[in-house]
């Protein structure tokens, strides 16, 4: 997946005296603080990362608080779609004016109806209705199908919000589960 990129950082961590006994613990923890959260540094959501420590050296903070500077080489795994970026989602809702999915299980995708193709059109029958093709009556979305899409735009509210546009061509690249 495109949106999904491998980084290398040089970092200092800063570590309480109380957990120098392991290093290497307590850096961990506090990157662990910053998973599934938007790092403007990074520009994107850390997923995972893996440290190694540089060397046994530390610099000591000036000042009231006394913690102290880890230097850290850090391999990040980084989650950050851009605009006409093909991603792949589960839908999970679906309404007369839009298609909700779920991205890498994690994140959310809104696709509205200004945005889908012309080509579906909505059925509400059961449980959240479906979108059929006008051409392909075989050709369904319903909850549980996995889509791809290209992204329109995305934004930031306390977690990361991703709008989508349906790519042209929503047939090709439409893979039902059932």
């Given at each position: ?14 570590v309480?005296?109380s ?8 850096v961990s ?13 990074f ?25 102290f ?22 839908v ?5 004016e ?8 994690v ?67 439409v893979?039902?589960?059932?």
């Open positions: 997946m495109e949106a999904l990129r491998e980084a290398e950082a040089e970092l200092t961590v800063y309480h005296p957990n120098d006994t392991d290093v290497r613990r307590a923890r506090q990157l662990s603080t910053t998973l599934f959260s938007y790092e403007d540094r520009e994107g959501v850390l997923l995972a990362h893996e440290v190694v420590v540089n060397g046994d050296r530390a610099k000591i903070l000036n000042g009231l608080v006394p913690y500077g880890v230097p850290v080489h850090a391999n990040l795994l980084l989650y950050s779609p851009q605009p006409d970026m093909i991603l792949e989602g589960k999970e809702l679906l309404g007369k839009s298609i909700h999915a779920i991205v890498l299980g994140f959310s995708a809104a696709i509205m109806a200004d945005d889908i193709n012309e080509k579906f059109k909505f059925k509400r029958k059961g449980d959240g209705g479906k979108f059929i093709s006008r051409s392909d009556r075989h050709h369904v979305i319903r909850k549980g199908s996995m889509i791809r899409f290209s992204v329109k735009r995305y934004r930031l509210i306390q977690s990361l919000f991703v709008r989508f546009k349906l790519i042209e061509y929503f047939h090709i690249y893979f039902c589960l059932c």
